[in-house]
Each structure stands twice: as C-alpha cells, then as structure tokens.
C-alpha cells in the first residue's frame, strides 16, 4: 500500500533463518486469488510454518510467540530467495511489517517489497548478529529505522548503521510515489525511443 | 565494459534517473494467470490502456491440470485465474493461448518454441525463470507484479542496471553429465545468494557444445544462483534453432537479423565485474539432498557433515535435513524414490524425453514408483508421437500427460504427498514446494528415468 516513510521506531520479530525462498514467505496454493487483499496474503504469511498440518498453530513458531510482536522482521542472510511472486512482498505488508531488516536479499523480492511500500534494509552481519543477540536477550528490544537519515539503530546496544537506498527510491518512499507514476510522466521519451530505433 | 549484456541493456536504456534506477525499454513481455492479474487489475483503476499489446503474449500454465484439459477445471479457484487471463487479454487486446490450444504450453518452453524470444531482446515475465530465454542470446528476467503493471502500461520498468558474471565452463562433459548436471553443480559451488546482483554470461567450450535444449535449461537455472539472468552469446546453433519458427524474422529480414545478431558477443577486452571458471571433468551427475537448489551432491557422493558447515548456516542445515528425512554425512545412492516427476520448463522439452527414453528403453518402471511425465508445451508432446518416444515410454510402463508447470510447484492437481520422495527434474526443492511435507531430489531427465526403473536413486551411467 502506497504510504509515507519517515522514521519508524519498533520492536522486532527474529526469524534466524538463512535463505528464507518466497515459496515459505507464501506457499504457492495461495497464489491463486486474483484480487492484491493484502489481509488474505498477510494470513497466510509463512503459512506451513505457522500453523501445523491440522491446521493448528505451531506454538514453536516465532509469529506465534506473543514475545514478539512489531512492524520490522529480522531475517537471516539471503531473505526472498527463488520465486518471483510478488504475493510475498504482500503478505509481509498484510500482516502488518514495513521493515525487513538482514544481511542480504534477493533482488527480485527486494524490488517487490519496495514497490509495496516495504523497506528492506541491509545491514552487516555483525550488525544482524548483534541484534538477534539483543531481541533473544530482550524481545521488547527496539529498533529505529531513520530512512531520511538512511540510518538504523539498535536501541538495546546503540549501535548504529547507515544503509543503501537509491536517491530516487528515497524519494518515493518519502512521498508515497511509485514507479508506475514515474513511467506514465515520460510516454514521450518512450515514443521517442522507439522512433529512433 | 564492453560485454555483451552492457551492449544489450545499455541499448534499451530510455532514461537514466539521476541517483536512481534506469528505465529499461522491454521488447516482450509474457504474461501467465498467476502473476498478473493484480497487474491487469491496476490499470483498470488508472483508467489506462495497454501502451504495446501486440508486444505481450498471453497464456495459462501453472494452474492447468494435466489430464482432461478439454474439460472444465475442477478447482474452482484455478479456474477463475484461468479464465481471468483470458478475460483480461481479450479486455486489452493481447495475443492468447488458451488451453487446449496447440500453442500453448509453459510460457519458457513456448517463447523460444515460436521465436518470440529473440537475440539481442529484453524480455520479462513475472515468473523468475524467465532467465530461461537467455539461451536465445536475449536479457531476459523475472519481475514482480508491480514491475508487469508497469510494462503493461509503458514497455517499461525501473531498473538498477545488475552487474556482470562470465562463467565459462571448458573441457568435455563426461558420459550421463547434461546441462541439469552443470546447473546442479554450479548452484552447489556457487550457493543460492553466489550470484546475486549479477546477470551471468556463460561461456566456454562446454556451452558451446551444448545444445540449444541444454543452454535452455542451463540459463532457466540461473536465478537459483541469485542472479537476475543469465544468457548465452548468440551463434549459428541459435540461428539454425530460430530459423523458420512462427515469429522469426524471415526473408531479407532474416538476412539482416542475423547480420546484427553476429555482432552480439562480448569484446575480446571485455571488462566482468566478476569472472569465474570451471572444469567440464569435475562435473559428475548431479542430486540435491536438502532444501534449496544449492544443497546437491555428486550422485555417488555423499552429504556434508554438520562440521563442514558454518556455525551461521547449522541451523538452517539441520533444519533443512530434519524435513528432508536423511543424515549428515550419508550417501543418497539406494534411497528409496516414491515419485518421479519429468517436465517443468527446466526439463520439459524435446531432448529431456529423449534422454529419459534412452534410460527406460527395454526397461520397465517399477511398481512401487509413480511417474509423471509431462511435455513443456503441445509441440513438445506432438514431437513426442511424431519421434515413436510415446510408443517407448508406454511399453516401458509410462503415461504422458498433457502440458503444464504441474508437480513442479503443484497448483494444479499433481501433489507429491507429505513425506514421499519425488526425484524430480524440476528447478526447486525448497520446502513444499511439489506439495505440503513433499520431499524433492532434483536431478536431470537421466538420473530421474534411472530412479524411474529400479525405484531407488541411482547413478544413470550404470544404466546407459
């Protein structure tokens, strides 16, 4: 959903996994809908690992743990590996996140989530080392994400980092702008481009 | 500097936003049920019109089933995802292949099957295998929703420009190592993330013996290793394959096409931001064991111990093995195989059905085994009656069923059930994927025809 970024200050909910592939994000036979129902998509976020094959919840899984809450989710390295499925990005949007905070994306789904309003921000390992350490020692840890300033801090150790953020996605995000508005302003150039091919 | 994929994208480069991202001009655009609906969806809320419909090629393969495609889908929901792709195409005025169509297929088999993918294009799909077009000599991608929205409405996306990988590969494959194999075993040396923010130009003796099959499934492979694409240096093998198909350029246009498409390699004095080579003789056939693509072993190898993995990654690895049902440091040769499953649009063309014909040839499936065999596209399965592999295959004890992206991520009916092992010759085996609780071994067409006949995981090259 299209909506201001400024500075968000919120707990955390760790998931200490690696190569976390959007097929767990959003299992497949929930691509099926044809409507963007962000509550559809953020119920069924990391579905086979939230609820049990009897349709129970895992008790041992992190969203269901009422330690955890907050609109950021920490990850382990390579975060949305493999599918292209944008019902990933929505599902972490639907169910409530605005940051998802590792050491590495994958690049499709980085784009994904941007164009849905949702920060992805790289840190270093040691940085996302220290921090799991912080939320396991502490859930109510909070973390600020500055995105004028492209900072983020762990408030539990005060550490902080600058992270990446193009000058134009920056933008966007600030203002609530997306790519398509962008495309739509510049028809012109697109003819002109075809003319002089 | 001066690589082929500088020359390709650079060419379609409209604008370059200061600070920002470049927008890309897309020369097609292939859309299938499941990615774009919500893409369609947001036009029609911006009151706007397709910019260049007679670029975008429209059709249904994840959801279709396999059997009976001339009936109604059961699945109620399958169905209307379906049926939205055709209301939509026909809304704003794009070309269709509708199931049943002798055109249609899975859309990476189809593109190049009717020279819609060309040298020298960017191509997209919202589907990350899109890479697969890249043995064609184009820059081909995944996108997201979003990103096919934005197509849709003006043939182009924003893009960072990704930086550039040549993988070359020299020597000679040895006998029962296909290009599934090379891709397993690149995926296991260069990990899931290895090539991330890249786009990979592979190269090198054993490319250029591959055939355009083989490069098909080598480049559909290359997301797996993080990188947005991969593709290969257009030569007369891509010539000879293009010629003559449905969109091919023809006559003095053909003349001329293939004039500029000789000039799409990379300069001697090409500069990579990466380059990394490897030995045909060090590739055997490949198996995964775990649960990402990069997780493989040498066929007669064995799984690596928990002390050869990083303290960072055990716990994935144990969790990873934990659903898989198999041991640190065992071999996988003997394992008990409960589904074969070929197709899928890594290994569902003309030459995978082959190889796994020459395998089960004289031969009998096992009994305890279920096989699903299904053709990447129509035209792949008429090749099939018209090559007598049909005659093969149903003496050997197999069905073929009719085509679509089917066990390879399961929309459609063909689950492996939870706890089954499925040798498969598909692209994922991460957790689910053939169905929920499904265990897959990813292999080629040889090593799953070989699994096929004696219902254990077995070294192929034994058996030809």
Redesign the interface.
């Known amino acids: 959903m299209k909506q201001k970024f400024d500075i968000i200050e919120s707990r955390c909910v760790p998931l200490?996994?690696?190569?976390v592939?959007t097929?767990?994000i959003i299992?497949?036979?929930f691509?099926?809908?044809?409507?963007?129902d962000e509550k559809f998509f953020g119920d069924n976020l990391f579905r086979?690992w939230r609820y049990n094959?009897d349709g129970s919840l895992n008790d041992k899984f992190v969203l269901n743990d009422p330690r955890y809450s907050g609109e950021i989710l920490v990850a382990?390295?390579?975060f949305g590996?493999?599918?292209?499925?944008?019902?990933a990005?929505w599902a972490i949007a639907g169910y409530g996140f605005r940051v998802v905070i590792s050491s590495?994306f994958?690049?499709?789904h980085k784009?994904?989530e941007l164009?849905?309003f949702v920060l992805p921000v790289t840190v270093s390992?040691e940085f996302l080392?220290e921090l799991f350490d912080s939320i396991s020692k502490d859930p109510a840890t909070l973390v600020k994400v500055d995105v004028p300033a492209q900072t983020v801090t762990n408030e539990a150790t005060g550490r902080s980092e600058k992270f990446e953020l193009?000058?134009?996605?920056k933008y966007c995000l600030l203002n609530a702008l997306?790519?398509?508005d962008?495309?739509?302003q510049?028809?012109e150039?697109?003819v002109r481009?075809?003319e002089s091919r | 500097m001066n690589t082929l994929f500088d020359k390709i994208w650079d060419s379609h480069v409209?604008?370059s936003?200061?600070?920002?991202?470049q927008?890309l001009?897309i020369d097609r655009l292939y859309c299938h049920e499941?990615?774009s609906?919500?893409a369609f969806?947001?036009l029609r809320q911006?009151g706007?019109k397709c910019?260049r419909p007679e670029q975008i090629f429209c059709m249904p393969d994840?959801?279709t089933p396999t059997h009976d495609q001339d009936k109604e889908i059961e699945n109620e929901?399958?169905r209307?995802?379906v049926e939205?792709l055709k209301k939509n195409a026909e809304q704003f005025g794009l070309t269709h292949y509708g199931m049943m169509s002798p055109d249609n297929g899975i859309i990476h088999v189809v593109g190049p099957e009717k020279g819609l993918s060309l040298p020298g294009m960017t191509i997209v799909c919202?589907?990350?295998h899109t890479s697969t077009h890249g043995a064609m000599g184009a820059v081909a991608f995944?996108?997201?929703?979003?990103?096919v929205?934005?197509v849709l409405?003006?043939?182009?996306?924003?893009?960072?420009k990704?930086k550039s990988m040549r993988i070359s590969i020299e020597g000679q494959l040895g006998k029962g190592v296909t290009a599934k194999d090379v891709a397993l075993y690149l995926m296991q040396q260069m990990t899931?993330?290895g090539a991330?923010?890249y786009f990979i130009e592979y190269s090198g003796s054993v490319i250029r013996d591959m055939s355009m099959e083989g490069r098909l499934t080598l480049c559909n492979l290359s997301?797996?290793m993080?990188a947005?694409g991969g593709f290969i240096a257009p030569d007369e093998k891509t010539f000879e394959y293009v010629k003559g198909r449905e969109y091919a350029p023809a006559g003095e246009d053909w003349d001329k096409a293939v004039e500029y498409w000789k000039t799409l390699r990379s300069g001697d004095d090409a500069v990579f931001d990466k380059e990394i080579s490897f030995k045909a003789e060090d590739i055997a056939p490949m198996i995964t064991y775990g649960t990402?693509p990069g997780m493989g072993t040498a066929i007669a190898g064995t799984i690596p111990a928990e002390s050869e993995i990083s303290e960072?990654?055990l716990?994935?690895f144990r969790?990873s093995l934990d659903y898989m049902g198999l041991a640190p440091g065992a071999g996988v040769l003997g394992k008990k195989v409960d589904y074969v499953f070929l197709g899928a649009c890594t290994n569902g063309r003309i030459e995978d059905f082959r190889a796994f014909a020459s395998i089960v040839k004289g031969r009998k499936k096992n009994p305890d085994v279920v096989a699903w065999l299904v053709p990447g596209s129509w035209a792949v399965s008429k090749q099939i009656t018209e090559e007598g592999l049909d005659k093969v295959l149903v003496e050997a004890g197999f069905e073929i069923r009719q085509p679509g992206c089917s066990a390879c991520?399961?929309?459609n009916d063909d689950k492996i059930p939870?706890g089954k092992y499925s040798v498969s010759t598909s692209n994922?085996n991460?957790?689910?994927?053939q169905g929920?609780?499904s265990r897959t071994l990813l292999a080629s067409p040889l090593t799953a025809a070989a699994a096929a006949v004696t219902g254990v995981v077995t070294d192929p090259r034994t058996l030809l």
């Open positions: 200490p996994l690696e190569n592939d097929d767990q299992p497949a036979r691509l099926k809908a044809t409507s963007r086979d094959p382990g390295k390579n590996s493999g599918s292209s499925r944008e019902h990005a590495f994958a690049d499709i784009n994904n164009n849905n390992e080392a193009n000058a134009y996605k997306d790519d398509i962008y495309l739509l510049h028809k150039d697109i481009f075809e | 409209v604008n936003i200061e600070e920002g991202p927008q001009y499941v990615t609906p919500q969806e947001g911006r706007i910019f994840h959801n929901i399958s209307k995802q939205t919202g589907d990350s995944g996108i997201g929703t979003s990103e929205e934005m409405a003006s043939q182009c996306i924003l893009q960072q990704p899931t993330s991330t923010g997301i797996e993080g947005r990402n960072e990654g716990e994935s969790t991520l399961a929309m939870a994922r991460f957790q689910g994927r929920p609780g």
